[in-house]
């Protein structure tokens, strides 16, 4: 029996690894819409699993009260978890939380027309794997993240590379030579 990782990955993977004609990807949005459907479609068999987008995680009191701390493209929760709760991140503005999730995804496109350099570029992506590292140690506190995935999937549109980096599996990026 495929457990609920392997799934995730299994759907991640293929998605990343499919040949794509440059304009299958406008804009970041239309990456997170795609995959979005992929991972709905594919994880339909799981009745507990929901996908969302674009969650926020809130944290650090400003004046008593709590400020964005970051947002995630994807989150694949399970969704007979979600209730109103602060444990992790206190989410008030939108008045739900959860403890267990299965998938944090974090998407980068950068598009011909991006003036960043190269190496701005790197560090954007960067600067999302560290969130990832962050939002990982701060929930294991309150749920196991040994079962948990979390991914950042690139794509570089200016210079054709790709990357799909699994905070499990990868402990740092060689940018010399991710995959083209």
């Not at 029996?1 to 406008?26: A, C, D, G, W």
């Not at 799981?46 to 989150?75: I, M, T």
């Not at 350099?117 to 999302?128: H, V």
Request: glycine share 4%.
């Amino acid at each position: 029996m495929v457990t609920m990782n392997e799934r995730i990955k299994h759907i991640i993977e293929s998605f990343y690894s499919q040949n794509r004609n440059p304009k299958s990807f406008l804009t970041e949005d239309d990456v997170r819409c795609k995959l979005f459907a992929k991972l709905h479609s594919g994880l339909r068999g799981f009745r507990s699993v929901s996908v969302h987008a674009e969650v926020r995680w809130y944290g650090g009191n400003q004046n008593g009260r709590n400020k964005l701390k970051y947002r995630s493209d994807l989150v694949v929760i399970d969704k007979n978890d979600l209730q109103i709760n602060d444990n992790i991140f206190p989410l008030p503005s939108k008045g739900y939380g959860f403890n267990r999730y299965y998938a944090i995804i974090e998407i980068k496109l950068r598009r011909p027309n991006d003036k960043n350099s190269d190496n701005k570029y790197k560090q954007i992506i960067q600067k999302d794997i560290n969130k990832l590292r962050e939002i990982k140690e701060r929930t294991s506190k309150y749920s196991n993240t040994i079962n948990k995935k979390f991914f950042v999937i690139a794509f570089d549109k200016k210079r054709n590379k790709k990357l799909l980096y699994d905070l499990d599996i990868n402990d740092s990026v060689n940018w010399e030579d991710w995959n083209s």
